[in-house]
């Protein structure tokens, strides 16, 4: 069936460096692909968003690439900071509904 | 986000009860949808409404039910709940001629206890 999948549950980062968090996906039909980000007692938090006849968007401190020959998704943060520990969750989206990835928790070690 | 607000934050409640779970919006947006969220399973869209005389069922409908008072409500409902209905609930919503196409404002949820 179609689904949008993370490719670790766990990240753990140190302070500074850059992070790289991975989705793999099978709908190739899907029209987006977003990131949200979570943190612990909130609701999701938009991050980013890529067409999918895109292969990179940057925003402020992210990049998101898509690679559609393996169906692959990825999330850059430059610089990770405290305030970047979360849940990130991968989207795709098709007839304006989304649909979610498992998510994938980073920690920030200081 | 305080422009999407959900009531109660929290309940426990038993076996059979019929719960209701509101979800009021200030931003003004045309579409609204309700999200379950399990441990290790990410968010499930229940339903979704993309205008008041506009509902729609989700991945995961079977034994809820919706009800879209106004442009800004939209309450869930669990007719007779059962443990595995035990979740977060979350509410969100979204237009696409705003701001980011795709972007949808959630909620702070609800986190339901059926036992």
């Known amino acids: 069936g179609e689904s949008v999948g993370l490719h670790l549950p766990t990240l753990s980062v140190q302070e500074g460096d850059n992070s790289i968090i991975n989705c793999a996906y099978s709908n190739s039909a899907s029209d987006y692909f977003i990131w949200y980000k979570q943190e612990s007692g909130k609701g999701p938090q938009f991050i980013i968003d890529?067409?999918?006849?895109?292969d990179k968007r940057q925003g402020q401190r992210v990049t998101v690439l898509l690679n559609k020959t393996v169906k692959h998704l990825s999330l850059q943060i430059a610089a990770t900071q405290p305030g970047d520990s979360a849940v990130y969750f991968c989207?795709?989206?098709?007839?304006?509904?989304?649909?979610f990835g498992a998510g994938t928790t980073v920690t920030v070690r200081a | 986000d305080a422009d999407v607000t959900q009531t109660p934050r929290n309940r426990i409640t038993k076996t059979g009860k019929r719960i209701m779970l509101e979800c009021s919006q200030t931003k003004g947006h045309d579409r609204m949808y309700w999200y379950r969220q399990d441990p290790g399973l990410g968010l499930r869209l229940i339903y979704y409404s993309f205008d008041v005389k506009d509902i729609n069922k989700g991945e995961i409908s079977d034994g809820y039910s919706v009800s879209r008072q106004a442009q800004a409500k939209f309450s869930l409902s669990l007719e007779s709940a059962i443990p595995n209905q035990t979740a977060l609930y979350f509410c969100?919503?979204?237009?696409?001629?705003?701001?980011?196409?795709?972007?949808?404002?959630f909620g702070p949820g609800t986190r339901l206890t059926v036992l």
């Open positions: 890529i067409r999918s006849n895109m």
């Open positions: 989207a795709e989206t098709s007839d304006y509904k989304l649909s």
């Open positions: 969100a919503t979204s237009d696409p001629g705003q701001g980011y196409y795709n972007e949808q404002f």
